[in-house]
């Protein structure tokens, strides 16, 4: 017989909850490193603004006989994204951080890339590579947290499932693209 955790009394919750209530959110019994937290939702949160302003550029640069469609797509990610940037944002600072917007070193602090794409089949491409560097990215980071910090794991696995949702309808797009899809961004003569 496996013997289950003892429950904390409730004497002693109220006790613990009025020590260190400076510190919010976050409990003794937080045993996350917060501060790697931060840095990491930090670095998500980069990855996410720099995916709302590559599927922005797409939504507006989109050209060609298929691109009605696919530049509603690219604009829904977009949102969507800005979405999950939002969820990251507040979570580090209901960690006590503070969310890093600034634009020098954005690119630098995202894992994904920031690639503009010539034409529709390369955006599509560039958003699905992303994608998948945006999944890896969660995934290792829920590994990380393990059982230490269940919120921010449960906020992470909900932006990671629609991370895969994405992914899945940029492979669907790509698929279904003529591959010869060469007029998305208008040439200047």
Not at 114 to 135: C, K, P
Request: hydrophobic share 40%; aromatic share 4%; with cysteine.
């Amino acid at each position: 017989m496996q013997n289950k955790p003892q429950m904390t009394s409730v004497e002693t919750m109220r006790s613990d909850a009025r020590k260190h209530i400076d510190q919010g959110a976050v409990t003794a019994d937080y045993s996350a490193d917060r501060e790697e937290v931060i840095k990491q939702l930090n670095e998500a949160l980069a990855t996410e603004l720099v995916c709302v302003l590559r599927y922005r550029r797409h939504y507006f640069m989109a050209r060609g006989i298929h691109a009605r469609g696919i530049a509603a797509e690219f604009l829904a990610h977009s949102n969507e994204e800005l979405g999950h940037a939002d969820l990251l944002a507040a979570r580090i600072v209901q960690l006590g951080g503070e969310p890093d917007f600034a634009p020098d070193g954005l690119a630098g602090r995202s894992h994904a890339q920031y690639v503009a794409g010539a034409t529709l089949v390369d955006m599509i491409r560039e958003d699905l590579v992303a994608e998948r560097v945006a999944i890896n990215s969660y995934r290792d980071m829920i590994r990380y947290l393990g059982h230490d910090d269940p919120t921010t794991s449960d906020i992470l696995k909900g932006i990671l499932a629609v991370e895969e949702e994405h992914a899945d309808e940029l492979a669907d797009l790509l698929e279904d693209l003529p591959q010869s899809e060469e007029s998305a961004v208008p040439h200047k003569h």
